[in-house]
């Protein structure tokens, strides 16, 4: 069976960014942990399911993405200085969640959700960034596919439990993560 729309997948990959000798590992999914998806639906980016369209059990793949085609150039008018009263409780600031390197779930002023790393904790802002990790990286996955079937009801219901088809459970995930960039170690978000 070939990948095509509404198939099961399951691939194994390594996910290396930047370019030439530099290239850095981000993420891996193994055999024990592949990154299951319901292909077509909008789960993963499409350059990656592009990539993949076609491809069957054991087929090995090397591709790479531009940042065109995964998340964008690093846009600097992304990261913003927000005020500290912004992450009280009780009137007081949440210092055990919101410090340097930690990702935030946030929503803005339209109600839509992302996610934005603490950069630098000021006396009265918050640095954060909202780019997308992989943001202006170009990205390289090589791998295989290990499993391509039609989905079952409780695949389906799996895959579909929550906005964007996640129900990870990650700390930073709102349901709407595409699992690029998480770095969660358990089955189902990778």
């Not at 959700?113 to 997308?132: P, Y």
């Not at 700390?171 to 699992?179: K, S, T």
Request: proline share 4%; with cysteine; glycine share 12%.
């Amino acid at each position: 069976m070939r990948i095509a729309a509404n198939k099961y997948v399951a691939v194994t990959y390594d996910l290396n960014v930047g370019e030439g000798e530099e290239k850095e590992l981000m993420e891996r999914a193994t055999s024990e942990h592949p990154l299951k998806f319901i292909f077509g639906r909008g789960l993963m980016l499409p350059a990656f399911e592009k990539n993949l369209s076609g491809l069957e059990v054991g087929s090995k793949f090397d591709f790479s993405l531009a940042p065109d085609d995964a998340y964008g150039e690093y846009v600097e008018d992304h990261v913003l200085d927000l005020k500290k009263e912004i992450f009280e409780i009780d009137g007081q600031f949440d210092s055990e969640r919101v410090k340097e390197g930690v990702t935030l779930p946030m929503m803005d002023s339209d109600g839509n959700h992302m996610n934005g790393s603490v950069i630098e904790v000021k006396d009265d802002v918050v640095v954060m960034d909202f780019n997308h990790p992989l943001a202006g990286e170009t990205l390289h996955f090589s791998g295989e596919v290990i499993d391509v079937h039609d989905p079952t009801a409780e695949e389906l219901a799996q895959m579909t439990a929550a906005p964007g088809g996640c129900d990870c459970g990650c700390e930073g995930c709102d349901g709407g993560c595409d699992h690029e960039g998480h770095d969660c170690d358990h089955e189902g978000c990778h």
